[in-house]
């Protein structure tokens, strides 16, 4: 890509390419679409995972905690400049329990069109029982 922005359809096409690799459980997927310098802070109020190596290394962590792990956006990505937001559901499943985190994701996007950063925007009192 080019010193510009990326444009609103490519930073859409990434998020759709995040949640489906997500929800495939493939964390190499996932990594690839974030810049070698890229930090992580998922939650916001967490410490952040700085550079690809470990933001691939925080998600296998929390792909390994469960069984599965399905990833849908619930509303439209909201695509400007070099950002995108989106709310997000992830379906979690650990053994017999199925649970729900409903959570917002901000992407920052560099020139090349790579996440360079990420904030998810939820807490613990967004966990709750997944009723289909």
């Known amino acids: 890509m080019s010193e510009q922005n990326p444009s609103p359809e490519h ?10 690799a997500h929800s495939a459980g ?5 990594a690839a679409l ?7 802070a998922d939650p916001v109020d967490q410490p952040a995972h700085h550079g690809r190596d ?4 925080f998600f296998a962590g929390t792909h390994e ?3 599965s792990m399905e990833l849908s956006a619930t509303g439209p990505v909201r695509a400007v400049g070099n950002w995108a937001a989106v709310p997000l559901m992830a379906v979690t ?4 329990m199925r649970l729900r985190i409903d959570i917002i994701d901000v992407f920052t996007f560099d020139s090349d069109g790579l996440i360079s950063d990420m904030k998810a925007y939820w807490t613990a009192s ?3 029982p997944y009723e289909p």
């Open 65 to 67: 905690m469960a069984d």
């Open 54 to 57: 470990a933001v691939r290394a």
């Open 126 to 128: 967004d966990i709750r």
């Open 26 to 30: 493939d964390v190499d997927a996932v």
């Open 93 to 96: 499943t650990i053994g017999d």
């Open 34 to 40: 974030f810049a070698a310098d890229a930090v992580v």
């Open 11 to 20: 930073m859409r096409s990434v998020v759709d390419r995040y949640t489906a």
